[in-house]
């Protein structure tokens, strides 16, 4: 969605390693969201943010870190990545808590090795 | 927490057949959301439904919300090759997060 960039798509790490993906929005949305998509799994939310330094955490956030200084930015940190951290993270946004739903980012993958 | 199933899991059918796919929970939602997701792209709003007994239709689609509030359909009409890829459903309660399913992966055989 021209919307909502991730960056970067793909990125190669090794074990140890701190890694931030970062998630750009220019519709001025206040919810920011991270998920992780593994298969059997489906979408897992990570954390995500109500506002600016406003976060939250999800179903599966050890090991993440996040920060959120501008409306429009939504950084997703793994401070030390492991193995069990390769994944597809997406990254989406929503106007509000509500029925609008949520507007995704094409994903990054990240392997770990 | 709060956990949605999807049937089936994975589908191959017949260009030119219909698909039915279901989505239950133990919990109850107020609202529904149906997505798809092409290979490497991110999920995509197909139709979303905030009324039990709602029938929605988007196209060749169509999104019923379960009158127990607790499961919902979706079912695609006359599918095309276009129609690939993974259907995933998300429940909520209000003033929660989105929970979502595992996700149906469709094959559409020419």
């Known amino acids: 969605d021209a919307g909502i960039t991730q960056s970067p798509r793909h990125k190669v790490t090794e074990t140890g390693t701190p890694v931030t993906l970062r998630c750009h929005q220019t519709?001025?949305?206040?919810?920011m969201y991270w998920y992780r998509q593994d298969p059997g799994h489906g979408l897992r939310l990570i954390h995500y943010?109500?506002?600016?330094?406003?976060?939250d955490k999800g179903e599966v956030s050890d090991g993440y870190s996040v920060s959120r200084s501008k409306t429009e930015d939504f950084l997703l940190t793994l401070e030390s990545a492991t193995s069990s951290q390769t994944s597809v993270y997406f990254c989406a946004i929503s106007s509000g808590v509500g029925a609008y739903g949520y507007t995704f980012g094409s994903g990054t993958r990240l392997t770990v090795v | 927490g709060q956990q949605l199933n999807q049937s089936p899991q994975s589908m191959f059918i017949q260009e030119g057949e219909d698909v039915s796919m279901n989505c239950t929970s133990s919990?109850?939602?107020?609202?529904w959301l149906w997505y798809k997701q092409d290979p490497g792209e991110g999920p995509v709003l197909l139709i979303a439904l905030y009324k039990a007994g709602e029938l929605t239709s988007n196209g060749r689609l169509t999104a019923q919300f379960g009158i127990t509030r607790k499961d919902s359909f979706l079912n695609i009409s006359a599918s095309i090759p276009s129609d690939v890829g993974i259907y995933f459903c998300a429940g909520q309660l209000d003033g929660q997060n989105f929970v979502f399913g595992p996700g149906t992966r469709l094959s559409v055989l020419p």
């Open positions: 519709e001025n949305h206040r919810y």
């Open positions: 919990s109850i939602f107020n609202t």
């Open positions: 943010s109500y506002g600016v330094k406003d976060t």
